[in-house]
């Protein structure tokens, strides 16, 4: 198996370098050891049950530990309190987590100080005050990821007007909400700064991981 370096120990990509790859959404066993097999830079795991996406603290454990350590594995919570973040940090293989909900900027500080390895992501909605939420986080994390706005807080499996993002530099951040093979193509024509895409409904038949479908998206992105 070949080892990817995350690009976000370097935080910058520029125009002609290999995008950094989310898959989100993991469940299973099968669906992990399918993906950790492509190139991909992360994985992501739902810890909030009103996602049918939702993983408990026992799955995350045991499928955190199937996942290589040149993949970033994210947990992706919702308006955490300090007790869930010790707790995941403490009993799984998590470095990273994203931040999806409402969340005061102060639980991501406190993050930040009292696990220094961990790295942090915010997790924006695509909307007119994208910007100034933009500047209000991003010394804060290592990097944002802009989703499609939602009363549920993601998962909707629908995209937005991505050029909301044309203004966005300097920055380091992933696209997210509802995309396939064809919007990633899509967008790679577009005159944007984005540092990756996070992808979890396109690379899914009838809630499960499809090896076909994220075979698809890394050669598109990551031109293997």
Same mark, same amino acid.
């Given at each position: 198996?070949?080892?990817? %370096?995350?690009?976000?120990?370097?935080?910058?990509?520029?125009?002609?370098?290999?995008?950094?790859?989310?898959?989100?959404?993991?469940?299973?066993?099968?669906?992990?050891?399918?993906?950790?097999?492509?190139?991909?830079? &992360?994985?992501?795991?739902?810890?909030?049950?009103? +996602?049918?996406? #939702?993983?408990?603290?026992?799955?995350?454990?045991?499928?955190?530990? *199937?996942?290589?350590?040149?993949?970033?594995?994210?947990?992706?919570?919702?308006?955490?309190?300090?007790?869930?973040?010790?707790?995941?940090?403490?009993?799984?293989?998590?470095?990273?987590?994203?931040? #999806?909900?409402?969340?005061?900027?102060?639980?991501?500080?406190?993050? %930040? +100080?009292?696990?220094?390895?961990?790295?942090?992501?915010? &997790? *924006?909605? &695509?909307?007119?005050? *994208?910007?100034?939420?933009?500047?209000?986080?991003?010394?804060?994390?290592?990097?944002?990821?802009?989703?499609?706005?939602?009363?549920?807080?993601?998962?909707?499996?629908?995209?937005?007007?991505?050029?909301?993002?044309?203004?966005?530099?300097?920055?380091?951040?992933?696209?997210?909400?509802?995309?396939?093979?064809?919007?990633?193509? #899509?967008?790679?024509?577009?005159?944007?700064?984005? +540092?990756?895409?996070?992808?979890?409904?396109?690379?899914?038949?009838? #809630?499960?991981?499809?090896?076909?479908?994220?075979?698809?998206?890394?050669?598109?992105?990551?031109?293997?």
């Amino acid at each position: 198996m070949r080892r990817f %370096k995350s690009i976000f120990t370097t935080i910058k990509v520029e125009k002609g370098e290999i995008m950094y790859l989310k898959f989100c959404g993991f469940k299973s066993k099968e669906d992990v050891l399918k993906a950790i097999e492509l190139p991909i830079d &992360a994985i992501g795991f739902i810890h909030f049950p009103n +996602s049918r996406r #939702h993983c408990d603290m026992n799955q995350i454990q045991q499928l955190t530990t *199937l996942v290589p350590s040149y993949i970033d594995r994210v947990v992706v919570l919702v308006n955490p309190d300090q007790t869930q973040i010790q707790n995941l940090v403490t009993h799984t293989n998590i470095n990273t987590i994203q931040f #999806h909900g409402n969340e005061p900027i102060e639980i991501m500080k406190w993050t %930040k +100080s009292q696990y220094p390895h961990i790295k942090v992501i915010k &997790a *924006l909605p &695509a909307h007119q005050k *994208l910007q100034d939420q933009i500047v209000y986080y991003k010394e804060v994390v290592d990097f944002l990821i802009i989703d499609t706005p939602s009363d549920q807080f993601g998962g909707t499996g629908q995209t937005y007007d991505w050029h909301l993002l044309d203004n966005i530099k300097g920055i380091s951040f992933l696209i997210a909400g509802g995309l396939t093979d064809q919007h990633i193509k #899509h967008i790679q024509h577009l005159s944007l700064q984005h +540092s990756g895409y996070d992808v979890a409904s396109g690379i899914e038949i009838k #809630h499960h991981k499809d090896v076909k479908k994220m075979k698809t998206i890394v050669n598109i992105v990551k031109g293997e």
